[in-house]
């Protein structure tokens, strides 16, 4: 018994979707036929997939081993065919993209929006988790990274760059004391970031003092905004999250002069080669929307602030 491409396509995405009545749902086939595609595969291979046990499917570590020579070498199939094509056919197949929750929301879904308005007949996949992914082997064909690159296997192409911005509401400053030079910082407390350790995303340099921990932690940039805003502590997050806040005064940013390495946010994607045209395609478009000084860096990083960042600055004032 042999295996087809289709039943490799199915294998993952019965991995991906954790199910088959998931993986059933995502290609718009029966879960009769996903389930006899995958009894056949492990028939053909003649080792088991997935264990199966009340109802929960799970997958075995050859699955994981064979899933992670898969992914590069189907994708690789794939970019070969399409290279093909002629230059004006329409972009066919799915693209799917990983970005960080805040960024993908505020400002990467517009953008996408257009290119799949564009492309329409491209299936576009969306998935938006704070916490970084292993792009190939979780079978996304992109993604968008906040801050330095870690992982040096991916291309990459940097969209822009952003600073972080220490910040405050006024009521909180009003009651716990203002913060006019950097020793200040050590009475207060800090909302923390579950996906690291402040002294790790610390931008200002091992001499400026690191706020104390606070009693919060938070697993989203919008979630420590706003609990920043209710008065909560103090919060260190990149321009693009608080930018509005700071805009209409419900947010002070503290210290601005303090020098600072900005954030750089980049498009990667895994080194498929030759590069399929539809991961090129969409990574041109973002980099376009990107080009320039970002929207919500316009009027916000003008030089002059009060040093202390102590003056909410309204609409009129940008």
Same mark, same amino acid.
């Given at each position: 018994?042999?295996?087809? =491409?289709?039943?490799?396509?199915?294998?993952?995405?019965?991995?991906?979707? !954790?199910? =088959?009545?998931?993986?059933?749902?995502?290609?718009?086939?029966?879960?009769?036929?996903?389930?006899?595609?995958?009894?056949?595969?492990?028939?053909?291979?003649?080792?088991?997939?997935?264990?199966? $046990? /009340?109802?929960?499917?799970?997958?075995?570590?050859?699955?994981?081993?064979?899933?992670?020579?898969?992914?590069?070498?189907?994708?690789?199939?794939?970019?070969?065919?399409?290279?093909?094509?002629?230059?004006?056919?329409?972009?066919?197949?799915?693209?799917?993209?990983?970005?960080?929750?805040?960024?993908?929301?505020? $400002?990467? !879904?517009?953008?996408?929006?257009?290119?799949?308005?564009?492309?329409?007949?491209?299936?576009?996949? @969306?998935?938006?988790?704070?916490?970084?992914?292993? @792009?190939?082997?979780?079978?996304?064909?992109?993604?968008?990274?906040?801050?330095?690159?870690?992982?040096?296997?991916?291309?990459?192409?940097? @969209?822009?760059?952003?600073?972080?911005?220490?910040?405050?509401?006024?009521?909180?400053?009003?009651? $716990?004391?203002?913060?006019?030079?950097?020793?200040?910082?050590?009475?207060?407390?800090?909302?923390?970031?579950?996906?690291?350790?402040?002294?790790?995303?610390?931008?200002?340099?091992?001499?400026?003092?690191?706020?104390?921990?606070?009693?919060?932690?938070?697993?989203? !940039?919008?979630?420590?905004?706003?609990?920043?805003?209710?008065?909560?502590?103090?919060?260190?997050?990149?321009?693009?999250?608080?930018?509005? /806040?700071?805009?209409?005064?419900?947010?002070?940013?503290?210290?601005?002069?303090?020098?600072?390495?900005?954030?750089?946010?980049?498009?990667?994607?895994?080194?498929?080669?030759?590069?399929?045209?539809?991961?090129?395609?969409?990574?041109?478009?973002?980099?376009?929307?990107?080009?320039?000084?970002?929207?919500?860096?316009?009027? @916000?990083?003008?030089?002059?602030?009060?040093?202390?960042?102590?003056?909410?600055?309204?609409?009129?004032?940008?």
């Amino acid at each position: 018994m042999g295996w087809t =491409i289709a039943d490799l396509e199915t294998f993952l995405a019965v991995l991906d979707a !954790g199910s =088959i009545s998931g993986a059933a749902a995502r290609a718009d086939l029966s879960k009769s036929v996903v389930s006899k595609r995958i009894s056949d595969f492990e028939a053909a291979l003649g080792v088991a997939l997935f264990t199966r $046990h /009340a109802g929960r499917i799970t997958p075995t570590d050859s699955a994981l081993a064979l899933a992670g020579r898969l992914r590069p070498a189907l994708a690789e199939l794939i970019a070969a065919t399409e290279s093909t094509a002629a230059p004006e056919a329409p972009l066919r197949g799915r693209l799917a993209i990983a970005a960080p929750m805040s960024f993908g929301i505020r $400002h990467l !879904g517009p953008v996408i929006a257009g290119f799949a308005r564009a492309h329409p007949d491209l299936e576009i996949v @969306l998935d938006y988790d704070d916490r970084q992914v292993d @792009l190939a082997r979780a079978g996304f064909d992109l993604g968008l990274r906040i801050g330095h690159l870690k992982d040096s296997s991916l291309m990459a192409r940097r @969209l822009c760059e952003d600073p972080r911005a220490l910040v405050a509401s006024p009521d909180y400053l009003a009651q $716990h004391g203002q913060i006019r030079q950097p020793g200040d910082l050590a009475r207060h407390a800090v909302i923390g970031y579950l996906n690291a350790r402040l002294a790790e995303i610390w931008p200002f340099g091992a001499d400026v003092t690191l706020p104390r921990a606070g009693r919060i932690t938070a697993n989203n !940039g919008e979630a420590m905004r706003d609990l920043a805003i209710g008065g909560l502590g103090l919060a260190l997050l990149p321009m693009f999250i608080v930018h509005d /806040a700071l805009r209409d005064g419900r947010l002070v940013r503290l210290l601005p002069a303090l020098p600072q390495e900005p954030l750089p946010i980049s498009v990667v994607w895994p080194p498929i080669r030759p590069m399929p045209r539809k991961t090129r395609a969409l990574v041109d478009h973002i980099a376009a929307a990107f080009a320039g000084e970002p929207l919500w860096q316009r009027g @916000l990083l003008t030089e002059g602030e009060d040093a202390g960042g102590l003056a909410p600055r309204t609409p009129e004032d940008i």
